[in-house]
């Protein structure tokens, strides 16, 4: 069974960064894209970041490009997404997804329904201004 748990959320002012991660098991990691969303209160989740599988390719929504990276270390099962200069508009729970395929590109995260890959249970990041 896939188990994705994510952490390093918090609450930061303005201008502030956090580092999540998301900790992947019960799969071979390093075939598998991954990626990140968020669902703001009384918002549809959005797409934020992916990793293809090989780590080559990386896309970004453009809310966040230029301001968050997304990385990942196969040898430590573990995707990360590094967020600079956060804003308040950027105040959601933050969730971590596996591709639902191997050896995927990661091109499609940002319409991946949330029927589809394994999900995790999220973590808050909370920005203030």
């Known amino acids: 069974q896939v188990q994705v748990v994510e952490s390093g959320g918090g609450s930061v002012q303005a201008g502030g960064s956090l580092r999540l991660s998301c900790s992947v098991s019960?799969?071979?990691?390093?075939?598998?894209?991954l990626g990140w969303f968020r669902q703001a209160p009384g918002k549809a989740y959005e797409f934020v970041a992916a990793i293809s599988w090989t780590g080559i390719s990386i896309y970004y929504a453009d809310s966040v490009k230029g301001r968050f990276t997304i990385s990942r270390d196969n040898a430590k099962n573990t995707v990360y997404l590094q967020m600079d200069s956060l804003e308040p508009e950027d105040t959601a729970v933050y969730y971590c997804a596996t591709d639902p395929y191997s050896h995927g590109s990661g091109n499609y995260f940002y319409k991946l329904p949330r029927t589809q890959g394994s999900w995790g249970q999220g973590t808050q990041v909370t920005v203030s201004s």
């Open positions: 019960g799969l071979t990691f390093s075939n598998y894209a």
